[in-house]
Nanobody
Framework: VQLVESGGALVQPGGSLRLSCTAS????????MSWFRQAPGKEREFVAA????????YYGESVKGRFTVSTSNAKNPVSLRMNSLKPEDTGVYYC???????????????????WGHGTQVIVSS
């Protein structure tokens, strides 16, 4: 399985970005997909996820109402639309895939089997 993120950039506060994750080597229907992020000196935190078990979407508290996660096909299994960006959204954003992740575990890093190498997002004026 290979996951590759793209779309990270330098953006001003209040701006928008769309991150994409391309994938290969796995069965799309079996995997829940998520985004995590890691700011310098901080732990990797949950951002958003799409559950494969019930197709629902889930968000971290700090991004609710501003970010939208969506899924499309096996080659592009997940994307993240980020609006009203804030400086605290700065970090490296990672795409992750987990096989049959139960809903209660979607926000846990340990639930995911495969990770991309990340794409850098910097929100600054």
């Amino acid at each position: 399985v290979q996951l590759v993120e793209s779309g990270g950039a330098l953006v001003q506060p209040g701006g928008s970005l769309r991150l994409s994750c391309t994938a290969s080597g796995f069965t799309f229907d079996d995997y829940s997909m998520s985004w995590f992020r890691q700011a310098p000196g901080k732990e990797r935190e949950f951002v958003a996820a799409v559950s494969r078990t019930d197709t629902s979407t889930y968000y971290g508290e700090s991004v609710k109402g501003r970010f939208t996660v969506s899924t499309s096909n096996a080659k592009n299994p997940v994307s993240l639309r980020m609006n009203s960006l804030k400086p605290e959204d700065t970090g490296v954003y990672y795409c992750a895939a987990g096989n049959r992740v139960i809903t209660s575990a979607l926000m846990s890093r340990g639930a995911y089997d495969w990770w991309g190498h990340g794409t850098q997002v910097i929100v600054s004026s």
